[in-house]
């Protein structure tokens, strides 16, 4: 994001799940710290009450498809037919709030699983969808990176605009309960506001 600001936009893949993503969610809340949750939308179905704990912490929620499918190996009317399903999911457990239904009227962001999407999903999906990527991937889910080599890395790659991926994951927790409260600490300390990317209309 372009921006001379002391901004990073940090971003999480893959839930919501128990565990991991409430502990995103308490430690985010330590520092007044806002982010943008990619959500799948099978783990929304299965754990509505830890999607609902993003929502009322005043997070931002994307699609990340409804069964983490990688897009260059699905033919597109599945692909998209899982991205509307999982956009079903999210609307559905947002119908209740009123106000906040309202605020996220627009387009909504979407990344793909592991970044990989064809050129005709994006055709299909850019008049509904905003496709978000990333510039810093800590590398959170790896099981072959240290949990400091982790950190230095992700805390290194990071400047203003930046748009970071963690992962509130089982697969990714050993290295996120210990990299994020660290990420989130030097940041702060040295001035850096933590956002959820900003609000979409439909022109955007």
Known sequence: MATDQPVIYLTFDDGPVPGPTEFVVDELNRYQAKATFFCIGDNIQKHPEVFNKIIKSGHLVGNHTFNHLKGWSTPLEKYLQNVELCEGVINRQLADDRELQSSLVGKRYFRPPY??????????????????????????????????????????????????????????????????????????????????????NRES
């Open 115 to 200: 970044g990989r999407i064809t050129f005709k999903q994006i055709k299909a999906l850019k008049d509904n969808h905003q496709i978000v990527m990333w510039d810093v991937l800590t590398h959170d889910y790896s099981k072959n990176i240290s949990r400091s080599s982790c950190l230095a890395g992700s805390i290194k790659a990071a400047r203003p605009g930046s748009i970071v991926v963690f992962h509130d994951s089982l697969k990714a927790n050993r290295n996120l309960t210990y990299v994020l409260p660290k990420f989130l600490e030097h940041f702060s300390k040295l001035g850096f506001q933590f956002k959820s990317l900003p609000l979409l």
